[in-house]
C-alpha cells in the first residue's frame, strides 16, 4: 500500500501536473495512508511486536525552520504521533514520538509536502510593498492548517470505515501510550505561545494545502526537512 502512496506522490511532486491531477491524486493517496495506518494499528494489537512505539529525532533548518516546524506538526498530530520543539543553532530539533508505522506515514508525507510546499510558492508571487519573508510565512501557515485538517478528516474517515467495532479503542490506546512515552521524557514540558504573522499569505497557502497531495507518511530522521522553500 505504501508503494502505491509512494507513486501518487511522486506524480503530485511531478510540476508537469496539473491541480486536477493533483486533487485526483491527493484523493486516492489520503484514503490509502490513512488505511494504512488503521490496518497496522489492528496488527500490532493482536501481535505488539510488529509496531513498537519508538522515536526519532528530526533536524529542521533555515530558512523557514519554524514554519516547517509547523507543517511537521500538521502532520505529526493527525496521525497519533507527538513533538517536541527544541532550539538547536539556527533551527530546530524536533524529537517525533509515534508508532512505528505512524513515524513511518509522518515521514513519508512531510518530506512530499516540504517539495509540493516549495513548489507552491515558486508559484505565487509576492504582493507589490510586501516583505517577502512575511509573505511566505503567513502562506506556510495557511498550507499546514489545511493540510492538518484535511488529515483529521481522513483519518476519522478511516476509522470509522473500518468495520472493526474496537478500533477506536485500539487508536485511542495508543495515542495514550504514546503520551505517556513524550511525559516520561518531558516531564516538564510547555507549550509555546502562539504566533503573530503579518504577511497576506494565508488564503493563498491554504489554496496550496486543499491541492496538495497527502499520498504519504514516513519520517526518515529528517531526510527532506532541510530542503529549501525560497529566501
Known amino acids: 500500500m505504501l508503494s502505491k502512496v509512494r507513486k501518487l506522490l511522486a506524480q503530485a511532486e511531478d510540476q508537469a501536473c496539473t491541480p486536477a491531477e493533483s486533487a485526483a491524486f491527493t484523493a486516492k493517496a489520503t484514503e490509502l495512508i490513512a488505511r494504512y495506518g488503521v ?22 533548518v533555515a530558512p523557514y525552520a519554524r514554519d516547517k516546524v509547523g507543517l511537521l506538526a500538521a502532520v505529526a498530530e493527525p496521525l497519533r504521533c507527538r513533538c517536541v520543539r527544541r532550539r538547536q543553532g539556527n533551527g530546530f530539533a524536533l524529537h517525533l514520538f509515534g508508532f512505528a508505522s505512524d513515524l513511518e506515514r509522518v515521514d513519508l508525507l512531510f518530506t512530499s509536502l516540504l517539495v509540493q510546499a516549495a513548489h507552491g510558492l515558486a508559484g505565487t508571487a509576492v504582493p507589490a510593498g510586501e516583505h517577502p519573508a512575511a509573505f511566505r510565512r503567513s502562506w506556510l501557515a495557511g498550507f499546514a492548517q489545511v493540510i492538518g485538517g484535511r488529515l483529521w478528516a481522513a483519518e476519522t474517515a478511516a476509522a470509522s470505515e473500518s468495520g472493526t467495532p474496537s478500533v477506536a479503542l485500539v487508536l485511542a490506546d495508543r495515542s495514550d501510550r504514546v503520551q505517556r512515552r513524550v511525559a516520561e521524557q518531558y516531564p516538564r514540558l510547555r507549550t509555546a505561545p502562539p504566533r503573530r504573522l503579518a504577511g497576506t499569505g494565508f488564503g493563498s497557502g491554504a489554496e496550496a494545502g486543499h491541492r496538495a497531495d497527502l499520498g504519504g507518511r ?11 522553500l525560497g529566501r
Open 218 to 228: 514516513d519520517l526518515t530522521g529528517g531526510r527532506g526537512a532541510g530542503r529549501h
Open 39 to 60: 490496518d497496522r494499528a489492528l496488527l500490532a494489537a493482536r501481535d505488539p511486536a510488529t509496531d513498537p512505539v519508538g522515536d526519532r529525532v528530526v533536524d529542521i
